[in-house]
């Protein structure tokens, strides 16, 4: 039988194999006692785990795997992931090590289940109000989440993250786990590098990705800004196109980005790629990846070579490095242009001011990562087998002396590349993105040859031959693109594990057609080797990134004060008591409405009959007055696409047009009690 990951063919495991592994992993009492009855003379039939094991055909790692991540119910994770749902347009959330699924977020994309766009005039408008101006955006790529900071630690308070398609970032509270504002970023059509804290979450910190059509005057204004694109003119994208770094500015008490306390600067139109912002030695410094600085347009169809080939031609792309203090600085001196609601620095102010250089970096490179002590940056490129690693202190001191190798076209400093390299590398093929533990080592994933490299840092983390030296290396399966440790990319990694997330997944799981899942692995990173413990598939959009924090900063509650609004936390306007339910009729905005206060306890919906005339606005303000932990109730109106959850606490309004007359039954959609089925009303809609 073919092999797994590099192990041995599969075949069932000895008794004393497995006595030996029982016996030696002391992971918890469960354990213990099952090394006890084993190792114990007992009649074979009382011992069920040989059998199990030999049926199987599991091997040691196997069940060594198995013990290490599984978890009883009752029994929590040590901490929580949060992966990006990609396609999805949702953030994704896991325990570690076990991989249990826990929440699936609504954030980009309406989600039922949470009643998330659909009816709940709240919801309705986070994301409408995060839509571009053109369309009434349901759908998002989302790819970067992020953790709001502290001293450049991460403390559970917020979660951001990115739309790739669309130039958005959304405020998640970690308080209730639900989206509280969806931005759409000025000047900036798509976004990748996004979204990262400042130190003290003062700014949420994106770059944009491909170039933007850009008028010098007005910025980018979606479905407005025009400009020549021409596969034989290059200069086309030279000249007309730009990039953006995007500085929000977040109220941390309100949970609101302030677009007009935010700021920007414009970049050359290279593609943009992952930020890093850092702390201590690199505090006040933003990078930012980039790839095709050849500016190839494309244009197959013409005779030119695709963007994946002209983008290949140089040595080395650039890494932007951003002074945003100082840029801070320039913009309470007036030292930019407004453009679409933001303060744009532009791109020859950057250069003048001096907040913007370049440093040389292997082609096509994706992650850029900090070191525990902010005192390294680590570049990957994918086209190069080595991990670049740049010293803040380095940058610092060629920035003073001016010791550069040269300017960009746009005038942009290119700082010389053997002043502010420390060390490369030299891990394997097509190395993407580092993440590090709390014992001074890096990991790198490897995208071509399916692998994790672990490697040391250098000085002060180890010193001498034990510096910059690749010291295990683990086979994954397939394609992996990130990968993420506990807490990683803050001053205080927690080390322990390391997840893989892989691209493709094949021969790993059932075939259920021919879109596959993704592949998530769990990695033990505590022994001199590593060990994969655990495959799980993820079916659910393709997870480009993901963030681990200690399970105990999360502060999250149980049930909400009673009649909150949960998009503001504050005491929402319509909320009323049990024996205050009434229906009102009355205009709004000059149009006949019906307004309904309403309570939902176990098991009854009070009013549960709702009478209107066909034309009418309508809006219920329901409450759910419950008291009790996880007695969520649902409130669905049969062929209207109206779903709310309404957890204990809540008050959520229903808005929708009575446009067609008829009877049409309401009930909980969110099992609650023995007579759950018996929760359910009418809305009566006469015809006009």
């Given at each position: ?14 008794r ?5 592994l ?18 114990t ?16 055909g599991?091997?040691?790692?196997d069940?060594?795997?198995a ?32 991989m249990?699924?826990?929440?699936v ?34 759908w ?40 509280k ?5 000025p ?29 010098p ?7 407005e800004?025009?400009v ?9 994208l030279k ?12 109220d ?6 302030i ?6 600067i ?18 006040g ?16 169809l013409?005779?030119?070579p ?40 532009t ?41 670049t690693?740049y010293?803040a202190?380095n ?21 010389r ?47 001498g ?35 893989a ?9 059932p075939?259920?057609?021919p879109?596959?899942?993704?592949n ?10 590593m ?6 598939p993820?079916?659910?959009?393709e ?6 924090i ?132 009418w ?6």
């Amino acid at each position: 039988m073919a092999k797994r990951n590099g192990r041995r063919g599969r075949k069932g495991v000895s008794r004393r194999e497995f006595l030996s592994l029982a016996g030696g992993l002391a992971v918890g009492a469960a354990v213990g006692y099952t090394a006890f009855k084993l190792t114990t003379p007992t009649p074979e039939a009382a011992i069920p785990y040989q059998d199990i094991i030999e049926k199987r055909g599991l091997t040691p790692d196997d069940v060594e795997g198995a013990l290490k991540t599984y978890l009883p119910g009752g029994v929590y994770d040590e901490f929580i992931l949060f992966a990006s749902g990609g396609h999805s347009g949702q953030v994704l959330v896991f325990g570690v090590p076990s991989m249990k699924l826990y929440r699936v977020i609504g954030v980009f994309t309406p989600e039922p289940w949470q009643g998330y766009g659909y009816g709940v005039k709240e919801t309705m408008e986070v994301l409408k109000n995060g839509s571009n101006g053109i369309r009434y955006l349901t759908w998002g790529d989302v790819h970067h989440p992020e953790i709001s900071r502290t001293n450049g630690e991460f403390d559970g308070e917020w979660l951001f993250v990115n739309d790739k398609a669309n130039g958005r970032v959304a405020v998640v509270s970690l308080k209730d786990f639900e989206t509280k504002q969806i931005v759409k970023i000025p000047n900036t059509q798509s976004q990748h590098g996004g979204a990262f804290c400042t130190p003290n979450t003062e700014y949420v910190v994106v770059g944009s990705q491909y170039p933007t059509p850009w008028d010098p005057d007005k910025g980018y204004v979606p479905g407005e800004t025009y400009v020549e694109l021409d596969p034989n003119d290059p200069d086309t994208l030279k000249d007309n196109f730009r990039g953006t770094v995007t500085f929000l500015k977040f109220d941390r008490n309100k949970g609101r980005f302030i677009l007009e306390e935010s700021f920007q600067i414009e970049l050359p139109p290279y593609s943009q790629d992952l930020v890093c912002v850092g702390w201590g030695p690199s505090d006040g410094m933003c990078f930012i990846n980039t790839f095709n600085t050849e500016m190839a347009i494309g244009g197959v169809l013409e005779g030119k070579p695709p963007v994946e080939v002209g983008s290949a031609e140089y040595d080395f792309d650039y890494l932007h490095v951003i002074l945003w203090k100082k840029a801070e600085q320039l913009v309470k001196q007036g030292k930019y242009k407004e453009m679409n609601g933001i303060k744009v620095i532009t791109l020859d102010t950057a250069i003048k001011e001096g907040i913007l250089f370049h440093a040389p970096e292997p082609k096509s490179p994706h992650g850029a990562d900090i070191a525990p002590r902010g005192d390294y940056i680590v570049v990957a490129g994918k086209l190069e087998p080595v991990a670049t690693v740049y010293g803040a202190d380095n940058i610092k001191k060629a920035i003073e002396n001016k010791d550069f190798e040269g300017k960009d076209v746009y005038g942009v400093p290119i700082l010389r590349f053997d002043a502010v390299k420390v060390a490369q590398v030299e891990l394997g093929l097509g190395p993407l993105h580092t993440e590090f533990d709390d014992k001074g080592y890096a990991y790198t994933s490897l995208f071509i040859d399916n692998k994790i490299a672990k490697w040391t840092l250098g000085p002060p983390y180890f010193e001498g031959d034990e510096a910059w030296k690749v010291v295990d290396k683990v086979d994954i399966h397939y394609n992996i693109g990130h990968l993420a440790a506990p807490e990683s990319n803050s001053p205080s990694p927690k080390g322990k594990y390391v997840v893989a997330l892989n691209k493709w997944s094949i021969d790993r799981f059932p075939n259920l057609g021919p879109l596959k899942p993704q592949n998530f692995q769990v990695i033990d990173i505590t022994g001199e080797k590593m060990k994969v413990l655990l495959d799980y598939p993820i079916g659910i959009g393709e997870p480009h990134y993901a963030k681990i924090i200690d399970i105990n900063k999360i502060k999250a509650l149980e049930v909400y004060p009673m009649g909150v609004n949960p998009i503001t936390f504050e005491k929402h306007p319509y909320a009323i008591q049990k024996g205050e339910e009434r229906i009102e009729r009355t205009t709004i905005d000059g149009r006949p409405a019906t307004v309904v206060y309403a309570t939902v306890i176990r098991s009854t919906f009070t009013p549960d009959i709702i009478r209107v005339k066909q034309g009418d606005l309508v809006r219920i303000h329901v409450t759910n007055v419950e008291t009790t932990p996880d007695a969520t109730h649902g409130f669905a109106i049969c062929e209207l696409n109206i779903n709310a959850s309404i957890e204990p606490g809540e008050t959520a309004t229903i808005e929708f047009e009575a446009d067609k007359p008829g009877v049409y039954a309401f009930y909980c959609s969110e099992f609650c009690s023995p007579l759950h089925l018996e929760m359910a009303g009418w809305l009566i809609i006469e015809p006009a």
